[in-house]
């Protein structure tokens, strides 16, 4: 559901009053205003100013967006109004972005009908909306995004005063000279009206920005403020502060840190901000005098201190003679910047003129646009160009009627986040200039005018940058894409608009096993929330048809990984032109790459995190594959501090979700595998005859014995039974174990840093965060067990009542009780020397405990879900997690917190996923051309929160060599005949190769050193492996694979590529 707050009903009927679309709802209400005149939409503070009611967040719906922004950035979007001018490609992304991004409400601003060309870009167009207004034809899929989004509509000539009423006004088709009155306009208007401009031309496009002359950004970067746990502090003027070392420091010169829980200087503890200087890995110095404050005992963090920072954005009419630095991409395009600035002046200049843009591959119009740049260029002053490059002018020229849809995907993209952080002061915007171009996505071959010229269909504006060729070989394209959440959302969209698989001969491939949630909503915009429950790749393949109804494309339901091999056999992936990945793990990735490498097919890999986003293109023979390099492992706490130790929240709800599932889902699934087979469960208990065996059996025994509920009050018991021994008896058992002034070997203090010494919890039934855990817990063993809860079961005050009855036994810590401190330790079970007799003892509790049971009994196995705000999950974890970092002094978080923490949510925003698939659709132009040097193709990584975007060339393949020949990972030999191992040795020997070792998956086949295995020689291959590896070679599979070992005449090891046997 959406939120209630700013739901305006369903539409029953549109009008068009006057100049502004009007959207009847069912209460009545009308979301614009009946004349443009009075069109005044209310400021971003009104939902701070009306009273203290904020709107409400929909959690489920925006927790991957939440996660971004945070709650009160969200709250500013949905109290902002944005105006868009200029519904073209461009215009329709950045209102995708911003409308499912929910802001208070979205304008569309258009004077213009449609044309078939914008049918290249917009996606919300179609071939029926040629002739009507362009602004009007997207209403009503706009609004499908999100129904608790106002969309409005002007189709009149805009006034500088109807601007008055927005936060940020958006230009993505208007004149210079307007733009400058316009930006003076918002510039001195109080409060001012963040201003933006950009333009899409052809393979060309530029951003300006100006949110008035003196703006606050909140938070430069998004990130969570560094933290340090302190090990010393020295008494000097710059003290010296020395960290523990688990971990980098990330502060630099110049941050500013607050300190707490600083035992002996408790100066620092002051809460006053000082600055770091000398920032190295695991110390810094403090712009302090500390020589008369206390002697440094233990303990201490510091915490930065993130700063606003302040802009003077200038007016667009002095930005343009003095345009400061420009945000530069790509670092072979040093000189494009500038260049551009005055071309799209020239631009502008020209269509000023004549009325028009330049003809595609016109000369004569090439010609005149490049002297009114250079005319622009003189007048320049100190920031002239020297010299300028009249190719890129003419490319530039040519090409700028059309809107394309990759870079209206790149730019919606950008400046939707520009949008964002106008609205919300969150991340640094854009200052003040940003221009791009792909001019190197462009054809091999060079174009003729006639290549370019329109055929009356809906890819004209794209034949008129790349010709009619190309656009051929894009429909007659045979593409698999892996994955339809946001990234393939946006990808066939992407897709459908470029004609890519439009033709009979062409195809589209998508497959996706998982179905529709409602956190989907807020990015996978191809789906609504009738979708939700139904299979991705089967709704967004519909929904695609219907932006271009020629595209060929089939929607599968499979994973793709070893498991399918039958599914997306050899012939499958033989068969295809290029694979795009739209996945969201490394595992799936990589199997995708060795495939694509084994079948040497181009794969396009993107991915993002947040406001993150990367780009990879894997070429075959041309740059190295995706598995060639790797990040390192996320860094894991020892088992000992998650357990016993811990120092962060992180670490208490690693510990609590492990419990969850411990007692929740494993447990039930192994009780549930006793019962299934009571004998045979007891015989591989016995052969075990472990520790942990042992520790297993004593757990299952444990929950049909003394834990099994058979009424809810007993659910309650257990919950509060757990809530002492988590919280108390161990907490008092650890202290008894350790006390606070336990020293090591060595003889330091073992409760240092970043040890904190834990207190117990007294449960108090009035605490409402102890009864929430209890409510919690005892639902969700009442789940376990299939036990109906009662009425009063979620009432706070019966609830109460009713844990206030449960006698809790006393406890007293024990000696000798073994507790692990051990960082390397795996395993927390001790080992005993009589744990087979323990087992033995155990397997008969267990069968006395299963006669006692009714009949067919089953436990219920809880799976965890974090996307369900109903189903208690959240609140125990959260409540186990908060309860435990109460033990340690540890900050608590809330709910939403623990669920991104917990949960392991992945940050996510439609702005960074539109930016990434255009990037990788521009490089799809590349690949499907054909004939592209490495040196054209580009791998990106662009940080919209800061912003940086960064262009490089792919990394190629590493090259080995042998006499006069040369290979990659890319390269597979390949022998078209049933060989015997002989005969495969006498093929490697002609090439200089001495072949010493043939294995087959994990079964050696012949090793030189085995003398049966001499005996083998004269057998084919395939017929080898089939006995040795018991390969079970399928109908459809041609060939086998074998690795083999080889050295040259020196004895030196030579790595060869893989050798593919086809026997038939």
């Not at 040629?130 to 009503?140: D, E, H």
């Not at 950008?414 to 792909?438: N, R, T």
């Not at 005993?832 to 009949?855: G, H, M, Y």
Request: hydrophobic share 40%.
């Amino acid at each position: 559901m959406l939120p209630n707050k700013r739901t305006v009903g369903e539409a029953v009927a549109d009008v068009v009053a006057g100049d502004i679309y009007l959207k009847k709802q069912k209460s009545d209400c009308f979301i614009s205003s009946a004349s443009p005149a009075d069109h005044h939409p209310p400021s971003a503070m009104d939902c701070e100013t009306n009273g203290n009611n904020p709107p409400e967040i929909d959690e489920d719906l925006h927790s991957r967006q939440l996660a971004v922004y945070g709650r009160e950035t969200m709250r500013r979007l949905f109290a902002a109004n944005v105006l868009i001018s200029g519904i073209n490609g461009l215009g329709a992304e950045i209102a995708k972005n911003l409308v499912l991004a929910g802001v208070k409400s979205v304008t569309l601003h258009d004077e213009e009908s449609v044309e078939l060309w914008d049918l290249s870009s917009n996606f919300f167009l179609s071939e029926d909306d040629v002739g009507k207004n362009r602004a009007l034809s997207c209403v009503q899929k706009l609004q499908e995004l999100n129904n608790a989004v106002e969309i409005n509509t002007l189709t009149k000539k805009l006034t500088k005063e109807q601007l008055s009423g927005f936060q940020a006004v958006v230009f993505t088709d208007i004149s210079l000279e307007k733009a400058k009155e316009f930006d003076d306009y918002c510039h001195n208007h109080e409060p001012p009206i963040a201003f933006i401009r950009s333009e899409i031309r052809g393979l060309f496009g530029n951003i300006f920005c100006d949110f008035g002359p003196s703006f606050t950004v909140t938070d430069v970067d998004g990130k969570d403020p560094h933290t340090a746990i302190i090990a010393s502090i020295s008494n000097d003027n710059l003290a010296l502060i020395s960290c523990v070392d688990d971990e980098r420091l990330e502060f630099q010169d110049g941050d500013l840190v607050v300190f707490s829980e600083v035992e002996g200087m408790t100066e620092l503890n002051d809460g006053k901000p000082r600055k770091v200087k000398n920032a190295r890995p695991y110390s810094f110095c403090l712009e302090q005098d500390t020589t008369n404050f206390g002697h440094y005992i233990k303990g201490g963090i510091a915490t930065q201190v993130k700063q606003p920072k302040l802009l003077n954005f200038k007016p667009l009419r002095e930005a343009l003679v003095d345009p400061g630095d420009f945000l530069l991409s790509d670092f072979s395009k040093v000189d494009h910047p500038q260049l551009l600035h005055v071309a799209f002046q020239a631009l502008d200049k020209f269509r000023s003129d004549l009325g028009r843009f330049p003809y595609p591959g016109s000369d004569d119009d090439a010609q005149q646009l490049i002297e009114l740049a250079r005319s622009i260029n003189d007048s320049m002053g100190e920031g002239r160009l020297e010299e300028m490059n009249e190719k890129i002018l003419r490319h530039f020229a040519s090409g700028s009627r059309a809107a394309l849809n990759p870079m209206a995907a790149i730019f919606g993209g950008i400046v939707g986040q520009e949008v964002v952080k106008a609205c919300s002061g969150k991340f640094h915007p854009l200052f003040q200039f940003f221009y791009f171009d792909s001019v190197e996505s462009l054809p091999t071959e060079a174009l003729s005018a006639v290549d370019l010229l329109s055929v009356n269909s809906r890819y004209d504006a794209q034949i008129s940058v790349f010709g009619s060729k190309l656009q051929k070989k894009l429909e007659g394209a045979k593409v698999f894409v892996v994955g339809s959440g946001a990234l393939g959302c946006e990808f066939l969209k992407n897709l459908a608009l470029m004609g890519v698989s439009c033709s009979q001969s062409g195809k589209l491939v998508i497959t996706d096993d998982d179905v529709i949630e409602k956190s989907n909503l807020s990015r996978q915009f191809l789906f609504r929330d009738w979708n939700i429950g139904q299979a991705k790749s089967t709704v967004a393949a519909s929904v695609a048809s219907t932006i271009n109804s020629k595209l060929h494309i089939e929607a599968l339901q499979n994973r793709v990984n070893p498991e399918t091999e039958n599914v997306f056999d050899d012939s499958f992936w033989e068969g295809l032109d290029v694979v795009v990945n739209a996945l969201d793990n490394i595992n799936a990735r990589l199997y995708v790459d060795q495939r694509c490498v084994y079948f040497q097919k181009p794969l396009l890999e993107s991915g993002t995190l947040g406001a993150l986003c990367n780009t990879q293109m894997v070429i075959p023979h041309l740059t190295e594959n995706y598995g060639a390099s790797r990040d390192p492992p996320e860094k894991q706490a020892p088992m000992c501090t998650v357990h016993s130790f811990p120092h962060n929240i992180d670490h208490c709800l690693t510990w609590a979700r492990s419990e969850f599932e411990g007692l929740l889902e494993k447990m039930p699934n192994e009780v549930n595998k006793f019962l299934s087979n009571p004998s045979e469960y007891a015989a591989s208990m016995r052969s075990a005859g472990d520790a942990q065996a042992r520790d297993l059996l004593e757990r299952v025994v444990e929950c049909l014995d003394r834990e099994r509920c058979e009424n809810f009050q007993d659910c309650i018991t257990w919950a509060r039974f757990k809530f002492e021994d988590y919280f108390f008896n161990r907490v008092k058992q650890l202290t008894f174990t350790f006390p606070e002034d336990s020293v090591t070997s060595t003889g330091a203090p073992f409760w240092s840093a970043p040890k904190r010494f834990p207190r117990p919890l007294q449960f108090s039934s009035r605490d409402p965060s102890h009864l929430r855990l209890i409510m919690a817990g005892a639902m969700l063993r009442a789940e376990n067990f299939g036990i109906t809860v009662p009425d009063w079961g979620s009432n706070p005050d019966k609830l109460a009542a009713a844990v206030d009855q449960v006698i809790v036994p006393d406890f007293e810590p024990k000696k000798g009780v073994k507790i692990v401190t051990d960082e390397k330790a795996t395993s927390l079970t001790a080992t005993s020397i009589d744990d087979s007799a323990v087992i033995a003892d155990l397997i008969c509790k267990l069968e006395a405990c299963s006669e006692k049971l009714p009949p067919k009994f089953r436990m219920n196995p809880v799976q965890f879900e974090k996307d369900d705000d109903t189903n208690y999950h959240m609140d125990l974890i959260a409540g186990l997690a908060n309860m435990r970092a109460r033990n340690y002094s540890i900050p608590e978080v809330d709910k939403l917190k623990a669920k991104f923490i917990a949960g392991r949510i992945i940050p996510a925003i439609a702005t960074s996923t539109s930016m990434a698939t255009g990037l990788v659709c521009l490089e799809l132009y590349k690949v499907l051309d054909g004939g592209h040097k490495v040196e054209d193709y580009r791998n990106t990584f662009a940080n919209l929160a800061l912003p940086m975007l960064t262009m490089s060339e792919p990394v190629p393949p590493k090259l080995v060599k042998h006499q006069d020949m040369a290979w990659t990972v890319w390269d597979r030999w390949s022998v078209h005949q049933d060989l015997t191992l002989r005969e495969l040795l006498g093929w490697l020997k002609t090439r200089g190769l001495n072949a010493y070792s043939i294995s087959c998956g994990t079964s050696l086949l012949y090793n030189s050193m085995f003398p049966r295995h001499k005996d083998r020689l004269d057998r084919k291959v395939v017929e080898v492996a089939k006995d040795v590896a018991k390969i079970d070679l399928p109908p459809y599979r041609r060939h086998l694979d074998v690795v083999v070992a080889c050295e040259d005449d020196d004895d030196n090891d030579i790595d060869i590529p893989l050798v593919s046997v086809y026997f038939k």
